[in-house]
């Protein structure tokens, strides 16, 4: 039996879910899946302090809101609850354990794309890629070379101080996620925090400014695209927190590691002797299972708002300015969601 559906989505996750809703408020349902599992599990696993960026009223996906006072900033497990809540709510049943391992565009099947998960064929003429901004976590090849007595572990595995043997922490990577670990071990040991400044976000995530701004620097605008150039590969920049905030926590800030000296990490010239690293350096997407001509020079699909280039039925979801800023956040899904729900749509139409 042919497994062909009208839309596959790839991920289920808030990206996946909003295209999926606005899809399903047209009167298309599409397949949907995922490959961790359960539903929400990206926010489940990460660090037991995160929260959210925003308050839950800026976190609605369409036609739900965010649990909880609407001035209250959510935590990761209120994040995933809501998640796992807005999919059993309409309906959007998520296929999960199912990894694609291949996406190709095939000639005489009975639809346009072939996806293959676990030895199984799904057929589709709309594909999107929402498998979102974190994937493989990044660790420099650096870590092999430390000596094998400290304590080391990726921000994607951290979840408490509890977690690390006593002694001093170092913290590699000066982003939003590096800043705000740093501050929580601060509370209990002594704290490096190793990395090049990213910068601050110069006002509040959700404020009336931001939203001015939002709508202006986008990648319809010469300043938002050139927003995007200088920020691409970039940690995020402290939005929470400022430089003064982590030091006044009592981190002491280090310009990036460069060396490791009989096992230990150097930075400035200084030779540091951690319990245990962090390193909160980021994370690597791999489309490689992407078989088709539409990868950039930097490894993503090449797309204007998430509509990629060259293949009429390939969208993507999710990422680091997709749009803007906020394209990678949940406050910033359903702008991103709407538009590419709308051109599967015209596209369906048109077919038909």
Request: glycine residues 12%; hydrophobic residues 40%; contains cysteine.
């Amino acid at each position: 039996m042919i497994d062909r559906t009208d839309v596959l989505i790839i991920g289920g996750g808030q990206a996946g879910l909003a295209v999926g809703q606005f899809l399903r408020r047209a009167g298309v349902a599409p397949r949907i899946v995922d490959a961790n599992p359960e539903v929400g599990w990206t926010w489940r696993r990460r660090w037991d302090s995160l929260r959210l960026f925003t308050e839950a009223k800026r976190n609605d996906l369409p036609g739900m809101r965010f649990p909880g006072r609407r001035s209250a900033v959510p935590g990761k497990d209120q994040t995933a609850d809501y998640l796992v809540a807005y999919a059993r709510r309409f309906g959007l049943d998520v296929e999960c354990d199912t990894a694609v391992e291949r996406l190709t565009a095939e000639t005489g099947g009975p639809a346009r794309y072939l996806a293959v998960a676990g030895g199984r064929e799904l057929w589709a003429d709309h594909v999107v890629v929402a498998t979102g901004p974190t994937g493989n976590p990044r660790v420099p090849g650096i870590a092999d070379l430390v000596d094998p007595g400290v304590f080391q572990v990726h921000a994607a595995e951290y979840r408490n101080p509890a977690q690390l043997p006593d002694g001093p922490a170092l913290v590699v990577g000066a982003g939003n996620s590096g800043a705000e670990i740093a501050v929580e071990l601060a509370a209990t040991r002594p704290v490096w925090l190793a990395g090049r400044d990213v910068g601050t976000l110069p006002v509040r995530l959700g404020g009336l400014p931001y939203r001015l701004l939002d709508r202006f620097l986008t990648s319809d605008t010469p300043p938002g695209r050139s927003m995007a150039r200088k920020n691409s590969g970039k940690g995020t920049p402290l939005v929470r927190l400022s430089p003064e905030d982590v030091t006044a926590a009592g981190v002491r800030r280090l310009p990036r590691v460069d060396d490791i000296a009989d096992g230990m990490p150097v930075a400035a010239g200084t030779r540091l002797e951690p319990a245990a690293i962090i390193w909160a350096t980021g994370y690597t997407q791999d489309y490689s299972w992407i078989k088709l001509p539409v990868l950039g020079d930097s490894g993503d699909p090449t797309h204007h708002r998430g509509v990629v280039s060259g293949e009429p039925g390939l969208y993507v979801i999710g990422l680091p300015f997709l749009h803007s800023f906020a394209s990678s956040l949940l406050m910033g899904m359903n702008r991103d969601a709407r538009h590419i729900a709308r051109v599967v749509l015209g596209r369906l139409a048109r077919s038909r």
